[in-house]
């Protein structure tokens, strides 16, 4: 076992701090990365403070962070994939059981047995998991995922989450080329989201809270923004929508964006508010219409997303920030003031 710097928080109500963690000997089917970048995911909060007690409570000292970019530093005999000074990512998953019918259909993410970057039960070492934001981690090579090398490590390791979190469900939904396609909320996952509908080739409207980010929703690929708190250009829309993908973190209406579904329209949600939405039943029938809901994405699809991101030089926004200071991007995080997320230099926790 190898004593690892991170930063844990010890309750749902204390602020991140400096911890020392083990991670464990790779074993000879396992990969050693030395971490680089951790974005910071809105699920890292709700997880951090506990706001999704009810589904998957959080067990304590926690260490977040599934939005992994780093170095291989070491493989095991029999490692095939990797070797020492690979760039790597690793997202929000670090195993399961290879054998259900979820893994055999490779949406790994669905396996009862699937392990999670952080706050899932750990079977080599007892306890729970730790994630990316720590100087190392220990991974699976079948959950490790190869990094073009012309991408931005930094901006590449959103990509993991929130990128495959937006990519998988509008891969899924089918031929979106010229269809009218929302995109609820310009955060962490909304503005990927974007890139993704508008390299897929749709007509891309951006649902924002913040009249603020109009000029940056256009800049990442939106055709049109609506201020979501305005009713008229909220009403000049209504039924004109094909899909729409609701990012949104917090309690909101999701019936006014179902109000904006067109006929046989669909609205997604991969946003994970701590309390349930009302839907009104009156709002899907007249148009035939659904809501589903999508959750990151198999080991396979992610690694297609990281090539095409290659492939046209696609990653996030990021504001790259010290580990020092995670709590105050929390902070801003909460109040909408992502641009678009948080990339921790992880080069920053050697001076703890
Ligand atoms: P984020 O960066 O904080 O973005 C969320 C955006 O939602 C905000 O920027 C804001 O956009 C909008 N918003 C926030 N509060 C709102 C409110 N009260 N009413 C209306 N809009 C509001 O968060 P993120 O990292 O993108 O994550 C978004 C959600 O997805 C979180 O719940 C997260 O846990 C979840 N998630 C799910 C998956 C999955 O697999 N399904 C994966 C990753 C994350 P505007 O300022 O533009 O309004
Ligand atoms: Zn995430």
Not at 174 to 202: S, T, Y
Not at 283 to 299: C, D, M, N, P, Y
Request: overall charge negative; some cysteine.
């Amino acid at each position: 076992m190898k004593e690892t710097k991170a930063y844990s928080a010890s309750s749902a109500a204390s602020p991140l701090s400096t911890d020392t963690i083990q991670r464990r000997d790779a074993t000879e089917r396992d990969v050693e990365i030395e971490i680089l970048y951790c974005g910071i995911c809105h699920s890292d909060l709700h997880t951090v403070r506990d706001e999704w007690s009810s589904f998957m409570p959080t067990t304590y000292p926690c260490v977040p962070g599934h939005e992994i970019v780093g170095r291989v530093v070491k493989v095991g005999s029999g490692v095939t994939g990797f070797k020492p000074g690979d760039v790597v990512g690793v997202g929000c998953l670090v195993d399961s059981d290879h054998s259900c019918p979820s893994c055999r259909a490779d949406v790994e993410q669905f396996c009862p047995a699937a392990t999670f970057t952080y706050n899932s039960p750990d079977k080599h070492l007892g306890g729970v998991t730790y994630g990316g934001y720590s100087e190392s981690i220990v991974v699976d090579e079948s959950f490790v995922l190869r990094v073009p090398s012309n991408l931005d490590p930094a901006g590449a390791a959103p990509l993991l989450c929130a990128g495959i979190t937006t990519y998988s469900p509008i891969r899924r939904w089918g031929e979106i080329k010229g269809k009218k396609v929302g995109v609820v909320g310009l955060g962490g996952l909304g503005h990927m989201g974007v890139k993704f509908a508008r390299a897929f080739g749709a007509h891309v409207v951006v649902f924002t809270t913040s009249p603020g980010k109009t000029d940056d929703a256009m800049r990442v690929g939106a055709h049109e923004v609506i201020v979501s708190t305005d009713a008229e250009q909220m009403q000049a829309h209504a039924g004109t929508f094909d899909f729409i993908l609701d990012t949104v973190s917090a309690d909101h209406d999701i019936n006014a964006y179902i109000h904006m579904l067109g006929l046989d329209g669909n609205i997604t949600l991969v946003g994970a508010p701590e309390k349930p939405l009302p839907v009104s039943a009156f709002a899907l029938l007249f148009g035939r219409k659904s809501v589903s809901g999508s959750l990151i994405g198999g080991i396979a699809e992610t690694q297609e997303m990281l090539d095409f991101c290659g492939a046209h030089g696609i990653t996030a926004d990021v504001e790259v920030i010290p580990i020092q200071k995670v709590n105050e991007a929390y902070e801003r995080m909460l109040a909408s003031d992502v641009k678009y997320r948080f990339s921790i230099d992880m080069a920053s926790l050697k001076a703890e």
